[in-house]
């Protein structure tokens, strides 16, 4: 078992009588993305905000890389790239000077520092942009490029705080490509997200954070199996269907305005077999059938209460 | 120690690439004193000279004024800084340097080595301007030099506290407040006319409070003439705001950030 990239015990953090993080454990393995989710407000940030030494934790423990978030920050830093919510970028200089910047911060000799800034430039499909103004980017330009800057420095340990959120459908689709070769080099990526189907996606593991406390914990398919949700749906031309498939099965939620049924099932070939031979005997006219999987949406409305709904 | 001063330079390196790129805000620091010296050389100076002519060792009115614009230019110089800082507070890009393993004062340190290059140049042209108005210093080559070390130091102390003040502000408004302070205090000090034909209580404060010393210092050594213990006041005055704002700076710098 080698050293965990991410290991964290009973996290906490208020800021002032509001109790942000409640005690949070995470155990992140080296060369996987593990995904934090959550709806606004549950902690998401504060989590990644300690972990990269922003802020120090009112209690409990976590280190990084090997290094003591509280007792060894230059040793975490050292190991760890940040890409937060807002773009850590300088709007006053060009893309490569930015790259250029974090080069030399990095102490990268001057020929290796041109290097690297090339090298990203071209990954990020940056190239003929590098000498423009950065205040003069787009929104997903900013993002590639702040996450370029990160990058620079190599880090082992890559934290990326809702990398996508802000982002049309085709940056997001960029950002996942780049997120998946990092981790294909070796890269440990700890990412946050509001975004189901971003986890599911990417991660190989998730936890659902919710008022400061992880809710669940998992690969997506374990979190999906454990909530129920599946089911498959048939839609009716008339009433007297749907009338006659409810008798017929026997089980199901029929909806009447919308002429469909929906029946427990995981959406399996044979079980859908079963399913359709019993309508048949009974000669029910089926529509048109979907089959509906749980997603992590499921997940995540089973598990978080909503804030708006409380209220 | 190396390393803190690698990343202190890049940081220069930094600070100046901005300033070369929007060099608005050094007119603007660089306009206000020229504007100042157009408007009491210019505007006021006949009346003021009339005035000078009777005093003791009177001279002409640019010769007195002089020195308090130096210290002014020093000042709208460092209000920059404030700013800047508070930009670079307020925006994501401090977060990142603060995630990095930097020297972390070297963010600060790049700032104020910026704005002392940056004051020295504004002060050189100030002066060359003063010249076209008719300013005749008869300071000799330590005059000069020591005009330069006062100033030196001035901008490095004033610097300092400009840093803390622009951590310190929540927003650039807050940190536009460092302004009020090096516009006002010169108003009420010996930088346009003598501190002894003021009344009462402006006297006074006009008397003890810090730019007057420093202004005192400045015109004793650009004119030629005795500075006596004003020199060691000044002197005292900008190490104590150069500590203060260093001290204060660093406590702000260290602190975790806002949520």
């Known amino acids: 078992m080698t050293t965990p990239a991410i290991a964290a015990s009973g996290l906490r953090k208020s800021f002032g009588d509001q109790v942000v993080l409640d005690g949070i454990d995470l155990h992140v393995t080296a060369g996987t993305v593990f995904a934090l989710l959550g709806p606004n407000g549950a902690g998401k940030t504060t989590a990644v905000r300690i972990l990269s030494t922003l802020i120090r934790a009112d209690g409990g423990q976590a280190s990084v890389a090997g290094h003591d978030v509280a007792a060894e920050p230059d040793g975490v830093r050292a190991a760890i790239g940040v890409t937060g919510q807002f773009s850590a970028v300088d709007n006053l200089l060009t893309g490569e000077e930015n790259l250029l910047l974090m080069a030399d911060l990095h102490h990268l000799g001057r020929a290796e520092g041109r290097r690297k800034a090339a090298e990203l430039l071209e990954q990020f499909d940056l190239v003929e942009s590098a000498g423009k103004l950065v205040s003069a980017y787009s929104g997903g330009m900013r993002r590639r490029l702040d996450l370029a800057m990160t990058l620079v420095g190599a880090p082992r340990v890559l934290f990326l705080d809702e990398p996508t959120t802000g982002l049309d459908p085709r940056s997001r689709q960029t950002m996942w490509r780049i997120i998946r070769d990092l981790v294909a080099g070796g890269v440990t990526v700890f990412l946050t997200t509001q975004y189901l189907d971003e986890a599911d996606e990417l991660a190989g593991r998730v936890a659902v954070l919710d008022h400061g406390k992880v809710v669940a914990e998992g690969a997506p398919d374990e979190l999906k199996r454990r909530v129920p949700g599946g089911h498959v749906r048939l839609q009716f031309a008339d009433a007297a269907s749907l009338d006659a498939a409810a008798r017929a099965l026997g089980e199901g939620n029929r909806d009447e305005s919308a002429l469909t049924l929906s029946v427990p099932g995981d959406g399996g070939v044979r079980s859908l077999r079963g399913l359709l031979d019993r309508l048949d005997a009974a000669a029910v006219d089926v529509g048109s059938l979907s089959v509906h999987t749980p997603d992590l949406d499921d997940v995540f409305f089973a598990l978080t209460t909503d804030k708006e709904a409380v209220r | ?259």
Not at chain 2, 32 to 42: A, E, S, W
Not at chain 2, 56 to 79: E, R, W
Not at chain 2, 191 to 197: I, K, L
Request: aromatic fraction near 10%; glycine fraction near 12%.
């Open chain 2, 1 to 259: 120690m190396s390393y803190a001063m690698r990343d202190s330079a890049t940081m220069l390196r930094r600070n100046l690439r901005h300033l070369r790129r929007y060099p608005g805000m050094m007119i603007m620091a660089l306009g206000m004193p020229v504007l100042l010296l157009l408007l009491f050389v210019g505007v006021f100076g006949g009346a003021l000279n009339a005035g000078f002519a009777t005093r003791p060792g009177g001279g002409a009115y640019v010769d007195y004024l002089v020195s308090g614009i130096l210290l002014m230019t020093v000042g709208y110089g460092a209000s920059m800084t404030a700013l800047a800082v508070n930009r670079d507070m307020t925006e994501g890009i401090i977060s990142r340097f603060r995630t990095m393993a930097i020297a972390r004062v070297s963010v600060l340190t790049g700032h104020v080595l910026g704005a002392v290059l940056r004051t020295v140049v504004s002060a050189t042209l100030v002066v060359g301007v003063a010249l076209l108005f008719g300013f005749r210093p008869a300071a000799g080559l330590g005059g000069w030099l020591a005009t330069l070390g006062l100033v030196l130091l001035l901008a490095f102390a004033l610097t300092w506290l400009a840093v803390a003040v622009g951590l310190a502000a929540k927003n650039a408004e807050g940190a536009n407040l460092f302004i009020l302070f090096v516009q006002v205090l010169p108003f009420l000090s010996s930088a346009f006319v003598p501190t002894d034909t003021m009344s009462g209580a402006v006297r006074w404060f006009a008397r003890h409070e810090p730019f007057t010393p420093v202004i005192d210092t400045l015109r004793g050594l650009l004119l030629g003439t005795p500075v006596g213990s004003s020199a060691w006041i000044a002197v005292a005055w900008c190490a104590g705001f150069a500590v203060a704002g260093y001290v204060w700076a660093r406590a702000l710098f260290r602190r975790d950030p806002a949520a």
